[in-house]
């Protein structure tokens, strides 16, 4: 009986230990890249639905603002976001909100998939970025296409200086979830963030891949 109790107990430990205060649990690490995933309610749709949130931290040798600049960037989105075939932002004479419409080529079996959504940037403290974003609706901009599955996204990415050299990322993303079980999503989900992550560190520590135009 004590050696089930202590086998319970150690259980339940590391149980709560792979997961953070906010009920992420790690499923993917690697080196300063690591993978998170939650299940909550996702309130976009009606009726609400549990869903996916995945989060990623990682840090990168570059500013703040040069992380931004990526993400603002659609010239550059091919290098970091191999999966996305058509992409396209619409800049807003406030250049804190900006929309972009996104086309992306998923492996088999899943469909291929589109979003479009708003960002909006905002400046929560001393060398801080926050942009966060989610789906919106545009007939003109972003008509729904035949065979298509449209994205029902929200999410954030999170700057914030460390150094002046040194940038610790968050990035989070919430997605209506799908008909496909999830053993089958879960290695395509994870491997893709964990590609685009490392895409996206390699180019904000080698500028040169974008400053040649």
């Known amino acids: 009986m004590k050696m089930y109790v202590w086998v319970f107990c150690s259980f339940m430990a590391l149980a709560t230990k792979a997961q953070d205060d906010e009920g992420f649990e790690l499923v993917k690490k690697d080196g300063d890249i690591s ?5 909550i309610t996702f309130s976009k749709v009606s009726p609400p639905v549990e869903a996916r949130e995945v989060k990623g931290e990682f840090f990168f040798n570059n500013t703040v603002y040069e992380g931004l600049r990526i ?17 396209k932002i619409y800049k807003q004479r406030d250049t804190t909100t900006w929309f972009e419409y996104s086309y992306h080529d998923i492996p088999w079996p899943v469909a291929d998939q589109d979003s479009y959504l708003i960002y909006r940037l905002s400046f929560p403290g001393p060398g801080i970025l926050f942009i966060a974003f989610e789906s919106h609706v545009d007939a003109t901009r972003a008509p729904v296409r035949k065979g298509v599955t449209r994205l029902e996204l929200a999410g954030s990415w999170r700057l914030e200086r460390l150094t002046p050299g040194r940038t610790k990322a968050t990035y989070r993303i919430l997605s209506k ?3 496909i079980p999830k053993f089958i999503t879960d290695p395509i989900i994870r491997n893709n963030m964990m590609t685009t992550i490392r895409e996206y560190i390699a180019l904000l520590e080698d500028p040169s891949r974008y400053n040649k135009k």
């Open 177 to 179: 979830p799908g008909n």
């Open 35 to 39: 993978i998170y995933e939650r299940w």
């Open 71 to 87: 993400i603002q960037d659609q010239t550059l989105v091919e290098q970091w976001q191999s999966h996305v075939s058509e992409f």
